[in-house]
């Protein structure tokens, strides 16, 4: 089984200062791990995806993750926050064809 | 714009209802997948069809049925509908399944229907 825990529901940062997102997953097997966001009353987009090549991920809009094996995250960065960020956030896992969503993060940006 | 389509987009009915959702897949994609998003249980896992045959099940009720016809569209059928049914529904596409020969098939989402039971 695998589950997917994102340890802040919100996250408030300045504009221009940088962004983290941490998320945690637990898997059996080596994941395969996404991170998309939603925009209020928009579907969600994909950000980035870790398919178990490189451990930095690179993404859209400046996103980046890094898988950690050894601490079984897949936390989202980057480096300014622009006010566009500003949405909700989620980490998810597939395995067995099967994604499982994260409870989200909500990040806010204050001028 | 992801390129999955879906109609419409808000619905509001009552209680003991039938409605049906319809999801139109990006160009190319076989795999259609179902997604309820709600205050309290967040966004979950509803089925999957992959080239018009269910593929995988995730937490659907048994008054929730689905379909994938052959030009690819899906159709989510929800019955008997109650209150806590009101929710919104994604659909989602990819080109194959989940995983195959060791590639990843990223999932394409759609805006979404807001369903409102009264």
């Known amino acids: 089984a695998q589950s997917v825990t994102q340890l802040d529901s919100h996250v408030s940062v300045s504009e221009g200062t940088p962004v983290l997102l941490r998320c945690n997953y637990s898997?059996?097997?080596?994941?395969?791990l996404f991170w998309y966001v939603q925009h209020p009353n928009k579907g969600l987009q994909l950000l980035l995806k870790?398919?178990?090549?490189?451990?930095l991920v690179k993404g859209i809009n400046g996103f980046e993750a890094e898988f950690k094996k050894s601490e079984t995250s897949f936390h989202l960065t980057k480096p300014s926050a622009h006010m566009s960020d500003a949405a909700e956030y989620f980490c998810?896992?597939?395995?067995?064809?099967?994604?499982?969503f994260g409870a989200g993060t909500t990040v806010t940006v204050r001028a | 714009d992801s390129g999955v389509t879906q109609t419409p987009k808000h619905l509001i009915t009552a209680t003991g209802q039938r409605v049906t959702l319809r999801c139109s897949p990006r160009?190319?994609?076989?795999?259609v997948y179902w997604y309820q998003q709600s205050l309290d249980q967040g966004l979950q896992f509803l089925i999957q069809?992959?080239?018009?045959?269910?593929?995988a099940k995730g937490n659907i009720l048994e008054r929730f049925s689905a379909q994938q016809f052959p030009d690819l569209h899906s159709e989510l059928n929800l019955s008997s509908l109650e209150l806590g049914d009101s929710a919104l529904y994604f659909c989602?596409?990819?080109?194959?399944?989940?995983?195959?020969?060791?590639?990843?098939?990223?999932?394409?989402f759609g805006p979404g229907t807001r369903l409102t039971v009264t």
């Open positions: 989602a596409s990819s080109v194959a399944p989940g995983t195959s020969g060791g590639a990843v098939y990223e999932q394409y």
């Open positions: 898997s059996s097997y080596s994941p395969s």
């Open positions: 870790y398919t178990s090549a490189a451990t």
């Open positions: 998810v896992v597939l395995q067995a064809g099967k994604l499982s």
């Open positions: 160009s190319g994609d076989l795999s």
């Open positions: 069809y992959y080239n018009g045959e269910e593929r």
